[in-house]
Nanobody, 128 residues
Framework: QVQVVESGGGLVQPGGSLRLSCAASGNTLDLTYASIGWFRQVPGKEREGIGAIHMNDGRTNYLHNGEGRFTVSRDNAKSTVYLELNNLKPEDTGVYFC???????????????????WGQGTQVSVSS
């Protein structure tokens, strides 16, 4: 069992930055070999993948990295995965989620049609 909780969202002006956190907890073995991915749902669109990272080896996989504006990283000591959002645009407004899949290769994160553990999401609003 794994739990993930997102934080760090908020209101930011266009061009600003945010760092979202996904704090993971639960079974140590599950966490060690999990891939954790970031997704977002913007108004009027389906949920889409952004990037993912493997907690053991740190390999990353990006589906939509905002043309280089989004970066995924991890801090194993804190069991936390980060999503750095830079040069934010109004169209980045939405709810950002993380999902964890134990014993899953990071390259499969955006092929899977379902994910094992989801957080509740954190709202990002970009507006002047």
């Amino acid at each position: 069992q794994v739990q993930v909780v997102e934080s760090g969202g908020g209101l930011v002006q266009p061009g600003g930055s945010l760092r979202l956190s996904c704090a993971a907890s639960g079974n140590t073995l599950d966490l060690t070999y999990a891939s954790i991915g970031w997704f977002r749902q913007v108004p009027g669109k389906e949920r889409e993948g952004i990037g993912a990272i493997h907690m053991n080896d740190g390999r990353t996989n990006y589906l939509h990295n905002g043309e280089g504006r989004f970066t995924v990283s991890r801090d194993n000591a804190k069991s936390t995965v980060y999503l750095e959002l830079n040069n934010l645009k109004p169209e980045d407004t939405g709810v950002y989620f993380c999902a964890a899949d134990p014993f899953t290769d990071v390259q499969r994160m955006f092929i899977l049609t379902s994910h094992a553990y989801w957080g509740q999401g954190t709202q990002v609003s970009v507006s002047s």
